[in-house]
């Protein structure tokens, strides 16, 4: 990488000469860490150029430089930063600590902080054994046909999908292959006039959010439930109302009379992975007609089916327009792609795409049009069949594995996923017991964060298989067993 010549300043009141200056911005950039090894400095004209100095000012600067061994030289392309340069014995004290005299406490109107989420764990590959959710596995992406996709994608004849300011508008390809090709395997009909694209569904549930809440609007959500959505109602002002989920999921009979909202996920529970049976699904839909309520579906993991066909979604059975579903591909492609659709009656999704336009305009073209590419070429479906036979089987050496355990499973998607809703004995932590995995290889996610209750059950956790490799599975959940075994 080389290091632009646009970073240098000459300090007008330095005592000293200009090399002796710019010996020291150079020193003081490597012991900081800012300039790392290997990088190459501008080149002495470049620099004189800029700091409107004598070249061979910067040319003696830069060979006493290399005496002192912070920068090399080579003949032919200049300087670099030495791969033996010094390194200062506490690198963090060299950054001085910038003023700030704001009353940041008293300026900031809303507190955006403190909310429980789920860790992601950065460096999870780095762990022998990453029971974690929602990370693309390297194995099974195909890289090679996303490339190619996005390759096209970057084409003269796609200037235009990668170019322009969509406004509030969306990729025609992306929105009708939807339409046409994602929604009716959920049984669901809806013209591109009534899809909005999102940044992931995080974003579509914030904008369902900011639309249909306000202070003393009362929502009902289910409990264990996800921990994004309780932040986003946090920050509405809404009345929360959070419903206990049993092994069949949302019971429509504890929604509160005067309920406005309910947000569900009625095909994939989150976390239990239950599935909510139709018998109850209709109910949840009369009740709605009769008391005026609306209800935001997040029909996630759908794909995962490799045991059985899903249940059709509940915006299929809909016939009020009550019904606002939430759908995403950052969840079956991976995490870090964020795009996502909302899919509603016209005016909510008119004012949707109003509030999307003020907050972000739209999703980059360039990322719609590829996946427009990727869905339409069949490299989607391909990728999602062998997806479902890998965790076919990693979901039945994970069950075996589990057998005499003292772990108790209280949650399983009937039709596959790929997760466990695990619950341990009474009495163990599974915030310090995360912790204690983590210094043997081992990677689990606690389930303290997806209940609304400060002092929530402690005793559960979420064990995925999306990420890990069957052969490593028994192992895991053998270290797994024996630290509960251990506290217990």
């Given amino acids: 990488m080389a290091i632009g010549e646009e970073t240098f300043f000459l300090d007008p009141s330095f005592q000293g000469t200009l090399q002796s200056q710019i010996q020291q911005i150079v020193a003081s950039a490597i012991l900081s860490g800012r300039f790392l090894p290997g990088e190459k400095m501008p080149s002495s ?16 600067a830069y060979n006493e430089l290399v005496a002192d061994d912070y920068l090399s030289a080579s003949n032919r392309s200049g300087f670099y930063v030495s791969k033996t340069a010094p390194v200062a014995p506490f ?6 600590e910038p003023k700030d005299n704001v009353d940041w406490g008293r300026v900031i109107q809303h507190d955006f902080t403190g909310a429980k989420l789920v860790d992601k764990q950065r460096n999870w590959r780095d762990y022998p054994y990453p029971f974690i959710y929602g990370q693309a596995d390297p194995d099974l ?107 069949d999921g949302l019971p429509p009979d504890l929604l509160p009379l005067d309920t406005d909202v309910v947000f569900t996920t009625p095909s994939h ?6 599935t909510m049976p139709m018998e109850r699904r209709h109910e949840m839909l009369r009740l709605a007609r009769e008391r005026d309520f609306l ?39 991976f995490p870090g792609l964020r795009l996502g659709y909302l899919v509603g009656s016209e005016p909510f999704i008119r004012q949707a795409r109003a509030l999307r336009h003020a907050i972000l305009r739209h999703p980059p073209g360039h990322i719609q049009r590829t996946t427009a590419y990727f869905l339409a070429r069949g490299h989607y479906d391909a990728m999602v069949k062998q997806m479902r036979n890998v965790f076919h089987q990693r979901r039945e050496v994970m069950t075996q594995a589990l057998v005499g355990s003292p772990l108790t499973v209280r949650g399983s998607a009937s039709f596959g996923g790929s997760s466990f809703w695990v619950k341990t004995p009474d009495g ?39 990420s890990i490799a069957a052969k490593k599975i028994p192992e895991g959940v053998r270290r797994i067993s024996q630290a509960v075994s251990d506290w217990t």
Wanted: proline share 6%.
């Fill in 428 to 466: 163990v932590d599974t915030e310090k017991l995360a912790e204690i995995l983590r210094g043997q290889g081992v990677l689990i996610e606690p389930g303290s964060p997806f209940f609304a209750a400060e002092d929530g059950p402690q005793n559960f956790f979420r064990l995925a298989y999306s």
């Fill in 141 to 247: 992406f195909n890289q090679s046909s996303w490339r190619l996709c996005a390759h096209q994608a970057l084409g003269r004849k796609e200037f235009d999908s990668l170019t322009s300011d969509y406004a509030e508008h969306d990729d025609s390809e992306l929105t009708s292959f939807i339409a046409r090709h994602t929604l009716p395997r959920r049984g669901i009909l809806a013209r591109p006039e009534q899809i909005l694209v999102t940044v992931g569904a995080q974003n579509a549930l914030w904008i369902v959010a900011q639309i249909l809440l306000s202070k003393g609007r009362k929502v009902a959500f289910e409990d264990p439930g996800y921990p994004g959505l309780r932040d986003i109602l946090r920050h509405s002002g809404c009345l929360q109302h959070p419903i206990p989920v049993d092994s």
């Fill in 295 to 333: 209800i935001i579906e997040d029909d996630y993991e759908f794909e995962m089916s490799f045991l059985k066909s899903t249940s059709p979604a509940l915006k299929s059975l809909d016939e009020d327009g009550r019904v606002i579903y939430v759908g995403s591909f950052s969840k079956s492609l």
């Fill in 269 to 274: 529970q989150c976390p239990t992975t239950v």
């Fill in 91 to 96: 690198p963090n004290r060299t950054v001085p």
């Fill in 45 to 60: 004209r470049k620099l004189a150029a800029h700091l409107k100095i004598s070249r061979i000012t910067v040319t003696l």
